[in-house]
């Protein structure tokens, strides 16, 4: 009996080349890209996502809440720091939160504009008619997130007399407000209606709009992954 002697053919002689290549590449020659995975987390972060319209509400939520309890903090800190440098007539200047520096850093940030309203205003400027609804206590349903428009988001939230520090010039006069120091607030503001509060009793109300890039921006912010350190390998 005769054999005959076929030479190989193309699919052989793939799968021997690939048999000579593969112990020349072992795993410890294998060069991996540096931070990788934080490319490939960057890289998706700069994809255009859509943002659906309860995700921009949320955001427009985020913004308010971000601001005006910003905005509510330094207040608390600049009339300690007022009140016991020089008592009232140091810290009167001071009680306008929705001008600090910082609270106008973070609304240009969020592209919002903040204001305070309220139905017995110091400063006449700060006059709105509002409802027991809109003074009810300050809960996560107190919280008016709305859509005015395409570009534009509406917040609102009460404002609750909550540090007792704020008695000394929304209190009641002769009881928590000083007859000397009502003397220097009817001085600056005449028409004042602004005292007889008490502690925990709702002042007024925040109002902020919000552009919508802003809010967009900062939802994009808050949902973005951010990678974790990583050890280092020696």
Request: with cysteine.
């Amino acid at each position: 009996m005769r054999f005959r002697f076929r030479a190989p053919g193309p699919a052989f002689s793939t799968v021997a080349l690939l048999l000579l290549l593969l112990p020349a590449c072992r795993p410890d020659q294998i060069e991996h890209i540096k931070n990788g995975k934080q490319i490939a987390t960057t890289l998706e972060n700069m994809v255009v996502k859509r943002i659906l319209p309860a995700a921009l509400l949320r955001a427009a939520r985020w913004a308010g809440d971000s601001l005006t309890y910003s905005a509510d903090r330094e207040l608390r800190r600049q009339l300690a720091t007022r009140l016991q440098a020089g008592g009232v007539a140091a810290a009167l200047p001071y009680c306008r939160p929705e001008a600090y520096a910082s609270t106008d850093s973070l609304a240009r940030i969020l592209k919002a504009t903040p204001r305070r309203r309220t139905s017995r205003p110091r400063n006449p400027n700060n006059q709105a008619r509002l409802t027991a609804t809109q003074l009810r206590p300050d809960t996560t349903t107190a919280h008016l997130v709305r859509r005015l428009d395409a570009e534009t988001f509406s917040y609102q939230r009460p404002i609750t007399l909550s540090d007792a520090l704020c008695l000394r010039c929304h209190g009641e006069v002769g009881k928590d407000i000083s007859t000397a120091d009502y003397a220097l607030i009817k001085k600056q503001y005449p028409a004042d209606q602004a005292t007889g509060y008490r502690l925990g009793e709702a002042m007024g109300v925040w109002q902020v709009s919000l552009q919508r890039d802003g809010v967009a921006e900062l939802y994009t912010m808050k949902t973005r992954k951010v990678m974790k350190k990583r050890k280092p390998l020696f």
